[in-house]
T-cell receptor, first 112, second 114 residues
Framework: AQSVTQLDSQVPVFEEAPVELRCNYS??????LFWYVQYPNQGLQLLLK??????LVKGINGFEAEFNKSQTSFHLRKPSVHISDTAEYFC??????????FGTGTSLTVIP | GAGVSQTPSNKVTEKGKYVELRCDPI?????LYWYRQSLGQGPEFLIY????????DSGLPNDRFFAVRPEGSVSTLKIQRTERGDSAVYLC????????????FGPGTRLTVL
């Protein structure tokens, strides 16, 4: 079975500072990779996904992620965060597009 | 258009009771997923429907859990003989065609088993 590790359960960062949320997965074969965001009192929403091709993926709200096959990582980055980015972020992996395995989430808090 | 809706939003039941949780996907979406999210955890895959059939039910924890989607639209997750450990938020998501296409999540049903 696939597994996803999000090493940081909580990440506080000052407004306008850069942020990186880490995600590592376990798989010896090609996978699909996703980042979802859950704003307070809202459902999960897709930020971005990697299927194949360019290893740098750009998503909504200025977020991007880089797929690194050798390190089995898919870290999420934003060069300058806003207060509105405060949310829970989940990394997910899928081998076939049927089953999706989610990490335990990273709570990002942007400090004014 | 309307997003994915789930009813009820909250359900409190007693240990041993039977519950049904409903999911209305986005119209036209052939793929439907059920997940369970416990406190402090990410969503845990339960079952995936493609049309009316369960394409992958390997995430269902045991035979007390069952899900149907008889007409390829609305889905019902059924839990028999509920246990306190079943308490969680149950999430439903739909996507246009399954695979790696974007999943749209509903707000979830919070199930509490006393």
């Amino acid at each position: 079975a696939q597994s996803v590790t999000q090493l940081d359960s909580q990440v506080p960062v000052f407004e306008e500072a850069p942020v990186e949320l880490r995600c590592n997965y376990s798989s010896s074969v090609s996978v699909y990779l996703f980042w979802y965001v859950q704003y307070p009192n809202q459902g999960l929403q897709l930020l971005l996904k990697y299927l194949s091709g360019s290893t740098l993926v750009k998503g909504i709200n200025g977020f991007e992620a880089e797929f690194n096959k050798s390190q089995t990582s898919f870290h999420l980055r934003k060069p300058s965060v806003h207060i509105s980015d405060t949310a829970e972020y989940f990394c997910a992996v899928s081998l076939t597009g049927n089953q999706f395995y989610f990490g335990t989430g990273t709570s990002l808090t942007v400090i004014p | 258009g309307a997003g994915v809706s789930q009813t009820p939003s909250n359900k409190v039941t007693e240990k041993g009771k039977y519950v049904e949780l409903r999911c209305d996907p986005i119209s036209g979406h052939t793929a439907l997923y059920w997940y369970r999210q416990s406190l402090g955890q990410g969503p845990e895959f339960l079952i995936y429907f493609q049309g009316t059939g369960a394409a992958d039910d390997s995430g269902l924890p045991n035979d007390r859990f069952f899900a149907v989607r008889p007409e390829g639209s609305v889905s019902t997750l059924k839990i028999q003989r509920t246990e306190r450990g079943d308490s969680a938020v149950y999430l439903c998501a739909s996507s246009l065609s399954g695979g790696a296409t974007e999943q749209f999540f509903g707000p979830g049903t919070r199930l509490t088993v006393l």
